[in-house]
C-alpha cells in the first residue's frame, strides 16, 4: 500500500483513500474502498460487524501493513479505542504525556488537557482509581494533548453506561469544536452517529453503500422528524429494519 504523510489545507482533503482494499486468507474485507474526508468534518461509519469498519480505521492509522491501494493521510493524527489502553504503572499524567518528550512544557500541555476534560485533579491518580467514563476521558485527553488533524475513534463509548455515554457525546462536541480535527467515528449506534456527525457513512462488505451528509442543526433531538427519517433510512440500508432499540 502506499500512504503518503500530508499537511492539510482549507482546500485539500485531510484523508484520501483509493482503492483500499484487505484479505485476510480467503476473506475479503475491504473491496476497493474510496472516500475522501475534508479538514475539519466528522464522519461516522456504520455497519455490520465484520463489515471493515475497523480494519479501515486501523489502515487510516498505519498499524496494517498488509492492507493495499492507496492513501494519504495527515501525519498528525490520533486514535482512540473502546479500550483507554492505559498504562496501569503510570499515573495519569503521565499516561497523557506518553510518547512525548518530559519537560515542563510537555507536562504543562497534558495538564491543560486533562483540564480540558474535567480532570485536572486526578493528574496524579493511578488509572486503576478510574470510572470507565474518567478513562475515556483521559484517553481523549491523551489525543488531542497531539493537536492532530485527524482523529479517528473506534467505538470509543461503546463499554459505557448510557448517561456517561451522554456525557461523553456532549464533551467531544466542544472538544472537536475547538480543536477543528477531521473525525472518523466507527461506532455500531445510528444515534450516536447521527447526534455526533456531519456525513455518515454505511459500509457493505467491505464498500461503501451509502453516504449521507447529516443537515439536521446542532443540538439534534432524537425527537425531531428528521431525525428519525435519517435514522429510518440508514436502518434501513443496515437492514435492520425500524427497530425502536436497534444500534
Not at 56 to 62: K, M, P, S, V
Not at 151 to 177: C, N, S, W
Not at 202 to 222: C, F, H, M, N, Q
Request: aromatic share 4%.
Amino acid at each position: 500500500m502506499g500512504t503518503d504523510l500530508i499537511e492539510p489545507t482549507r482546500t485539500n482533503p485531510v484523508v484520501v483513500a483509493r482503492g483500499v482494499r484487505r484479505v485476510f486468507g480467503e476473506q475479503l474485507v475491504l473491496d476497493g474502498l474510496d472516500l475522501d474526508i475534508a479538514p475539519g468534518e466528522f464522519v461516522a461509519l456504520l455497519g455490520r460487524s465484520g463489515s471493515g469498519k475497523s480494519t479501515f480505521l486501523r489502515a487510516l492509522g498505519a498499524l496494517d501493513a498488509e492492507v493495499e491501494g492507496h492513501l494519504r493521510v495527515p501525519a498528525q493524527q490520533a486514535i482512540v479505542f473502546q479500550d483507554p489502553r492505559l498504562l496501569p504503572w503510570q499515573k495519569v499524567l503521565t499516561n497523557v504525556n506518553i510518547g512525548r518528550p518530559d519537560n515542563a512544557q510537555t507536562r504543562a500541555d497534558a495538564l491543560a488537557a486533562l483540564d480540558e476534560v474535567q480532570l485536572a485533579s486526578k493528574a496524579k491518580a493511578w488509572p486503576r482509581t478510574l470510572s470507565g467514563g474518567e478513562a475515556q476521558r483521559v484517553a481523549l485527553a491523551r489525543a488531542l494533548v497531539r493537536e492532530p488533524e485527524l482523529l479517528l475513534l473506534d467505538e470509543p463509548f461503546g463499554a459505557l453506561d448510557a448517561l456517561t455515554r451522554i456525557k461523553m457525546h456532549g464533551l467531544l462536541q466542544q472538544l472537536v469544536a475547538k480543536y477543528r480535527p477531521a473525525v472518523l467515528l466507527v461506532t455500531h449506534d445510528v444515534d450516536e452517529a447521527i447526534l455526533l456527525a456531519d456525513r455518515v457513512i454505511v459500509l457493505t462488505d467491505g464498500a461503501i453503500s451509502l453516504s449521507s451528509p447529516v443537515e439536521i442543526p446542532k443540538p439534534r433531538s432524537r425527537d425531531s422528524r428528521e431525525f428519525n427519517e435519517l435514522r429510518r433510512h440508514l436502518l434501513t440500508e443496515l437492514g435492520v429494519g425500524d427497530e425502536p432499540d436497534a444500534q
